[in-house]
């Protein structure tokens, strides 16, 4: 993990693209040894939120390969396999097309009430509150976020009272510097990658398509995603 200095050069540079950090990122690092899943909303995080009929908003491959690196940065740290989870209001063929292709772990369509979701993912994969990260854009996703070990929320410019009332409440950890439509996924899976120090090892074992990612890969597409409507 990152030493002190590290942790610091590495705030610095993500202050500088508009990251803030309402949590000192020492003790963001603490939390994020600690977290087995990552929890995302949809709309506003993968996407800047724009639908139109037949069309369910799109996905970056910038943010997808940001998630993979995170997962195999992780698994080089921990030998464990991170689980990521999609939570969306709506039966969206976009999402189950990522998360058939990614090989997430689970994806929750149509869902009102975000906190049942949470609740049956907890009790589906026996893992705590504390245990798990959110990553979120608006207010109907603060109900799920409460008792996460980390919450990422990514910001717009047309949002100020949410983005100050954020702030006041303390109800994130760290507000990324970009917005959805600016990839904040790949802002929040590099800023991780750095605090763990994981960073260069994953970037030079992915190129060089080694014995190790290819261990991870083929860990990796063994995920059969659980696809839940509640």
């Known amino acids: 993990m990152a030493g002190k200095k590290d942790i610091k050069q590495i705030a610095k540079k993500f202050e500088q693209v508009g990251g803030r950090f309402l949590t ?40 997808s390969m940001g998630l ?18 999609v939570i969306t209001g709506r039966n969206n063929a976009t999402a189950v097309e990522l998360s058939e292709r990614e090989h997430f772990n689970a994806l929750y369509q149509n869902v009102v009430d975000k906190r049942k979701a949470i609740d049956h993912f907890l009790a589906a994969s026996g893992l705590k509150r504390e245990q798990v990260g959110f990553v979120f854009d608006d207010i109907n996703d603060l109900a799920m ?23 006041r409440n303390k109800l994130c950890d760290y507000i990324t510097g970009q917005g959805a439509d600016r990839y904040a996924l790949r802002e929040m899976s590099e800023l991780f990658l750095g605090l763990l120090k994981v960073y260069d090892d994953t970037v030079r074992s992915r190129v060089a398509f080694d014995q ?19």
């Open 145 to 167: 976020s409460g008792g996460a070990g980390l919450r990422i929320f990514i910001p717009r410019e047309a949002s100020p009272l949410l983005n100050e009332y954020m702030i």
């Open 68 to 85: 993979n690196m995170l997962r195999y940065g992780f698994w080089l740290k921990t030998k464990a396999l991170l689980q990521l989870v």
């Open 24 to 63: 000192p990122p020492e003790k963001m690092l603490k939390a994020l040894v600690g977290i087995k899943a990552f929890v995302f909303d949809w709309d506003g995080v993968f996407h800047g939120g724009f639908k139109a009929q037949g069309h369910d908003g799109l996905y970056s491959e910038i943010d």
């Open 212 to 230: 190790t990612y290819q261990k991870y890969w083929d860990i990796r597409n063994k995920i059969k995603r659980e696809r839940v409507t509640l």
